[in-house]
C-alpha cells in the first residue's frame, strides 16, 4: 500500500538506468516525473507538473482523474477542492481532458465550508465519478514557497482527501529538470530545509500536519442505535484535532491528538474510540493519554485495543468519569437551567516505528471514530458507511431502524439516509436536550436525504437555517 513510494521508486529506478545505460537504451526508458495519491471512490489525483516561474512563482498542475466505477462507493463528483495558503494562489484554470466533467464556478475561497482547510475549489461539479470516467487538469499558481497541499474530492458525503507534501511537489519539479532554488540552509542536515522545516534542529522531524488543517473538527452523536431514539443529536458533542509529526521522507514518527468533550446529553455511560483505516499493525504503535475507569476494555500491552486487527485507539470509557455530572438532569452541558461544566480535554500520543509507515499509509483523513454505548463493547456507533470494528456485534446490524447491509458495505444510516453520527470542520451548534436536530437545524434532513448534496453548509448560521430557540447556548466559545 506504500503507493507513492512505489511511484517514486520506479522513477528512481528509471533515472538510474539512464545514468547507467546512457544513450544507449534511454530511449526504451519512460521517466514519470509525477506522483499518483488515491483519493477514494474511483479518484485519484496527480501532480503533473510543477514548473519554476522566474518571478518568483511556481505553476502547478494536478491531474484529477475517475476509473468509472459505480455504486454506493463511487458516487459522482460535486465538487473538488485544494487547500492552500490565503494570498498566495491565483490563475486557477480547469481543462477537460477525457471524458465529460462540467463545473459551475471556481470558488476561490479561502473558506471552504466543508473542507478541513482554506484554498480553492472547483465547485458544482458532474459528469465524472458515479459511473462517469473522466481526466481533468487544474493549473494554478503559487507565490512564496512550496506548500503541503490537500485536496479533497468531494462526492456524496464522502470529502475522500489526499494530501501532497512539500517534498513530493519538489520531488516532480526536480524530477523535470525545472530545479529553481527554493534553497536555504538544513541545519540539521535532513533534506528538509529549514524555511519548510518545522525542527530545524531535529533531524528525525520536519513537518507538522494537521488534521483538519485549520482548527477543531467536531463529532456528534445518538446513542440509541439501532433505533433512532429522540434525534437530539447532542449525546456527545467533541472537538478533535491531529498534529502528526513526520520526518523528511514523509514518514510518520508520532502523533498528537486532542479530544475535548463539551456536552453529553445521555443518560447511558458512552465510551469514544477511533480505528485508524490504513495498513498499519496495531502491535507496532504506541499509544498513551487514553482514560479507562471501568473494566469492560482490554488493552494490549502497547495500548491499542485487544482483539482487532486494525489499530483501535479507546480514548475514554466513560464520559460521566471525564465530567462532573451537575447531579440533576440528564448530562453535562445540554440542559438550560443547570449549570455549565467546563469541557474536558484528553490528549492522546500514538508513537510509530522509525520509517515504517507514511502520512499516506496513515491516512488520517479517513479516521474512523466512534462511540461506545453504555459499557456495552459490541455496540458501536459510527459515522454513516464507516466500517464497524472487530468487536462490534454483527446482529444488530439491520435491526430497528437501522438499514445497515454489511453485503453492500453500507452502514449506520436509517432507510432514508439519517445517520446517527456527524463530522464536520467547525463548531456544531447542537439542540438543547430532547430537542429534533431536524427543527433545530432547518437543512439537516434534506442534506441527510439527499445523500450530502442538498445543503452542504446545513450547519451554518445562515438565513433560515436555524431556530436558535432549540439550540444549546453555549456561555463562550473556545
Ligand atoms: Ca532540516
Ligand atoms: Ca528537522
Ligand atoms: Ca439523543
Ligand atoms: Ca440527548
Known sequence: ?????????????AAMLMLIFGSVSAHAVVVVCEITKVNGGGFTTTIESVTCNPNETHTIVLRVEHNGCGGPSCKSLSHYSVQATPGTYSDISVEVISGSMNYGNIDLGPNLGVDPFQGFKIDNTSGIGGGNAGVFTITYTLSGPLQQQMVSAKAGTSGQFATFTVEDFEYVMNCAGTTCDGGGNDTDGDGCNDDEDDYPTDPDRCTDNFFPANGYGTLAYEDLWPGKGDYDFNDLVLDYEFQVVTNSQNYVVEMFGTFIIKAFGASYENG???QLEGPIDPEDLTVTGYSLTENYITLLSNGTEAGQSK?????YDNAYNQMQWPGVGIGVNTELNMPYITPDTLNITIGFPADTYTYEDLNIGGFNPFIIVNQNRGVEVHLPDYVP????????FGTMEDYSNPAQGTYYKTDNN????IHIYESFYYPIEKQLVLLAHLKFAEWATSGGVLFPDWYKNLSGYRNNDLIYPVPVQD
Open 1 to 13: 500500500m506504500k503507493t507513492m513510494n512505489q511511484f517514486r521508486n520506479f522513477t528512481i529506478v
Open 272 to 274: 469514544f474510540g477511533f
Open 311 to 315: 489499530p483501535v485507539v479507546i480514548v
Open 389 to 396: 470494528t472487530d468487536l462490534a456485534d454483527q446482529t444488530l
Open 418 to 421: 439519517l445517520p446517527w453520527a
